[in-house]
């Protein structure tokens, strides 16, 4: 289970005193979500939301964001662009598009209507943008090249983070309020199979597979099937995850913030790469060759690349710091028959 929105709104000072003197004396707090004698640290145990907030440097927990005061816009570049980056921010309730083009690209438009504290972000293989808004349980999608949505979901959704979109348009939402995951046929506003399962990140493969990452593993459930089977995968703790047209499965390790590509029924590793930071987001590019990762170094939120799959370091992307967590690339790798 991990740390809710109302709780982490409403526990937040207290998660903060307790951070603090956790840290004067030495101490640590174990991470709501794994059990208490899983690990002596943050790290090596399932980081919640609220952790994450917590442990970034400067920026804290974050309280729900009042609306947005920009209006939207977009460019022309912005449906063209087949390679740009969406970026969103919790706390300003925006998504922000930039080209991909060299580091610190173009700033192509701005999404801010229909937002309340977004968490995930996909981009399908049409161009449109999905949304989950953990501020009001919604999700939310636009047109390539729209700032308003064509699409609003709010049946079926309590505190949704997780968010994917297969190459049919059906949409894939987890719920950590409900421990739910809810799917939604294209185009459809009431869930279609609902799954108990407590994740907050989700994938598809090529054969619409869907993969939660229900720590401590990585769980696969067949297309219209309400029951999943763990994949034994050898993990520390699994957040943010993506599967390549192979089929190996890309997972971030949140227990020592490294990236694991994991190929078909293997349970270990083929490869690992350290990222550093506080990462968070993953996207990988439809072509399978660059991963974006969305990360926290210091007091500032980067967006890094990493090529796929024989890099080895991530490399700056976007340092403007307009962002956040939420990061998607057009189109995200959308796979499918």
Do not use: H
Request: hydrophobic share 35%.
């Amino acid at each position: 289970m991990s740390t809710f929105p109302t709780a982490r709104r409403t526990a937040a000072g207290a998660f903060l005193i307790a951070l603090m003197m956790a840290g004067c004396s030495g101490n640590s707090i174990a991470p709501t979500g794994s059990s208490a004698g899983a690990g002596n640290s943050v790290a090596g145990q399932r980081r919640s939301l609220s952790q994450y907030r917590a442990l970034s440097n400067g920026q804290g927990i974050r309280l729900e964001a009042s609306p947005a005061l920009i209006r939207g816009w977009m460019s022309p570049e912005a449906k063209t662009d087949s390679n740009a980056i969406y970026w969103g921010n919790y706390d300003t309730n925006t998504i922000t598009i930039y080209s991909s083009k060299g580091v610190n690209g173009k700033e192509l438009g701005q999404i801010t209507t229909g937002l309340s504290n977004p968490e995930r972000l996909f981009v399908d293989k049409n161009g449109s943008v999905y949304a989950t808004n953990i501020g009001n349980n919604t999700v939310t999608a636009y047109k390539a090249g729209a700032t308003t949505p064509f699409l609003t979901i709010s049946t079926g959704i309590d505190g949704p983070t997780g968010l994917t979109v297969d190459a049919a348009g059906t949409v894939y939402v987890a719920n950590v309020n409900t421990d739910t995951i809810t799917e939604y046929p294209k185009g459809k506003t009431a869930p279609s199979i609902t799954i108990d399962a407590s994740a907050e990140y989700l994938a598809t493969d090529a054969n619409d597979n869907l993969y939660a990452a229900e720590y401590p593993n990585v769980e696969e459930y067949a297309k219209g099937s309400s029951s999943g089977t763990s994949l034994g995968l050898s993990i520390g703790s699994p957040g943010a995850l993506e599967v390549d047209g192979k089929g190996t499965i890309i997972v971030l390790d949140e227990s020592n913030d490294d990236l694991d590509y994991f190929p078909v029924g293997k349970t270990l590793p083929s490869k690992q790469v350290a990222l550093g930071g506080f990462p968070f987001g993953i996207a990988l590019s439809k072509n399978n060759k660059q991963i974006y990762i969305s990360n926290s170094e210091g007091s500032n939120f980067l967006v890094q690349t990493l090529r796929y799959p024989n890099g080895t370091a991530p490399k700056t992307k976007l340092s403007t710091n307009v962002g956040g967590w939420p990061i998607s690339v057009n189109p995200n790798n959308v796979l499918g028959k």
